[in-house]
């Protein structure tokens, strides 16, 4: 009698284990998914934040490019003035990775629900900060980018990529994440036909932080 409590004990103890090691995975990963949901809401914010105080204040389209026609009126040179765009570029990912690094020294907010590792509940419950972001750097292309617009037209483009580089760091997880986000930044309509050599996007300036 005494032999099956003991082997009751220890079985009911062993899946107690079980499932408390479950929860608190599980908890671990509604932590993680916490952190990427709130890191997603912000990064956006940041691009066009970076945008509003870089770009728009400091540079216009006609400061960093020049476009040359022929006899023609056909575009057979493409002028990029590289301080300015690369400075540019440097400038917006300095603003990037600013406003990355105070939102997330913030800390996440996760609800008190989420440590218990059952997903229903996983939201409820009051918020404390948490700080799972860590932002390592922060990197921005100018992509310039010809295409046909109609007859004798030309449309031209500059597109910023933001490429932030990150770690979500939890109990159990480290996460490393490099996303991408495209934004539009200058769109120029050109008289004058495409050239070949400008049918593909191209780099035209780099920054980092």
């Given amino acids: 009698?005494?032999?099956?409590?003991?082997?009751?004990?220890?079985?009911?103890?062993?899946?107690?284990?079980?499932?408390?090691?479950?929860?608190?995975?599980?908890?671990?990963?509604?932590?993680?998914?916490?952190?990427?949901?709130?890191?997603?809401?912000?990064?956006?914010?940041?691009?066009?934040?970076?945008?509003?105080?870089?770009?728009?204040?400091?540079?216009?389209?006609?400061?960093?490019?020049?476009?040359?026609?022929?006899?023609?009126g056909e575009i057979n040179m493409l002028t990029t003035d590289s301080y300015k765009v690369n400075s540019l570029a440097k400038s917006l990912a300095l603003y990037t990775y600013n406003y990355l690094v105070k939102e997330t020294n913030n800390g996440v907010e996760v609800p008190l629900g989420a440590f218990t590792g059952i997903g229903l509940i996983g939201g409820f419950g009051k918020k404390i900060n948490m700080k799972l972001i860590a932002i390592a750097s922060v990197k921005c292309d100018i992509v310039s980018t010809f295409e046909q617009a109609g007859i004798n037209q030309t449309r031209h483009t500059l597109y910023l990529k933001i490429k932030p580089d990150i770690t979500i760091v939890t109990k159990f997880n480290t996460e490393n994440k490099k996303d991408t986000i495209d934004l539009l930044i200058y769109d120029n309509l050109i008289i004058g036909s495409v050239p070949s050599v400008f049918v593909n996007s191209q780099v035209i300036g780099t920054g980092s932080n």
């Fill in 1 to 72: 009698m005494k032999r099956k409590k003991i082997t009751k004990f220890f079985m009911f103890l062993c899946l107690f284990i079980l499932i408390f090691s479950y929860l608190y995975v599980s908890s671990d990963n509604i932590m993680m998914n916490t952190a990427e949901s709130y890191y997603n809401s912000i990064l956006t914010t940041a691009s066009y934040y970076s945008i509003d105080n870089s770009l728009l204040n400091e540079y216009n389209y006609s400061d960093i490019i020049t476009i040359s026609k022929n006899s023609e």
